[in-house]
């Protein structure tokens, strides 16, 4: 089981900056199965990026995963208003699927 | 457009048997391109992946719950089902059904199961 860790655990950012998340993982993703999801309180998440760096349907292209092997990153280039939530990474395979513990990005 | 629901007790007893269903609608479950999940996440907390089935009922469990949770489905009434035995007070959460084809996109709107006596 890939086990996911993601940092840092808060991102005090302001709108129009740049954000970057990471999300480790225990063990090299081969299969290339990553995803990040968004958070806002009281929903369910919302599919941003799969397969490490293809954004999901409606998704703005201020929003840009990327990585490789064990290492991955969600990059917001500029950060509006709606972005501030909590981010979730996401292994999935055939018979595994683990999430990372989560990054909240607030307003500074 | 796809739609998932889930429904079921918001409220059960420790000890007993968490029951939840979830129905799809816009959508066959019976799309050979995708599985069905279950995910929770414990209020103030991160999200757990419970397990997932496809429509041929093959299943795959979170190893930590595989003991007591089972999940099903109904082709002829599209919906899936998901059973948690034995919980306690640690299983109380928010509880998703969803569609995992490359991630989920498809989400329910999630139901809060809370366990008390």
């Known amino acids: 089981e890939i086990v996911l860790t993601q940092s840092p655990a808060t991102l005090s950012l302001s709108p129009g900056e740049r954000a970057t998340l990471s999300c480790g993982a225990s063990?090299?993703?081969?299969?290339?199965?990553l995803a990040w999801y968004q958070q806002k309180p009281g929903l369910a998440p919302r599919l941003l990026i799969y397969d490490i760096s293809t954004r999901a349907t409606g998704i703005p292209d201020r929003f840009r995963g990327s990585g490789s092997g064990t290492d991955f990153t969600l990059t917001i280039s500029r950060l509006e208003p709606e972005d501030f939530a909590v981010y979730y990474c996401?292994?999935?395979?055939?018979?595994?699927?683990?999430f990372g513990q989560g990054t909240k990005l607030e307003i500074k | 457009q796809l739609q998932l629901q889930e429904s079921g007790p918001g409220l059960v007893k420790p000890s007993e048997t968490l029951s939840l269903t979830c129905t799809v609608s816009g959508g066959s479950i019976s799309d050979t391109r995708y599985y069905w999940g279950w995910i929770r996440q414990p209020p103030g907390k991160g999200l757990e992946w419970i397990g997932n089935?496809?429509?041929?009922?093959?299943?795959y469990y979170n190893p930590s719950l595989k003991s007591r949770v089972i999940i099903s489905i109904d082709t002829s009434n599209n919906h899936f089902s998901l059973k948690l035995s034995s919980v306690t007070a640690a299983d109380t959460a928010v509880y998703y059904c969803a569609r995992q084809g490359s991630g989920y996109y498809y989400w329910g709107q999630g139901t809060l199961v809370t366990v008390s006596s």
């Open positions: 089935i496809y429509y041929s009922g093959s299943t």
């Open positions: 996401q292994h999935y395979g055939t018979s595994s699927y683990t």
């Open positions: 063990q090299s993703v081969i299969s290339g199965y």
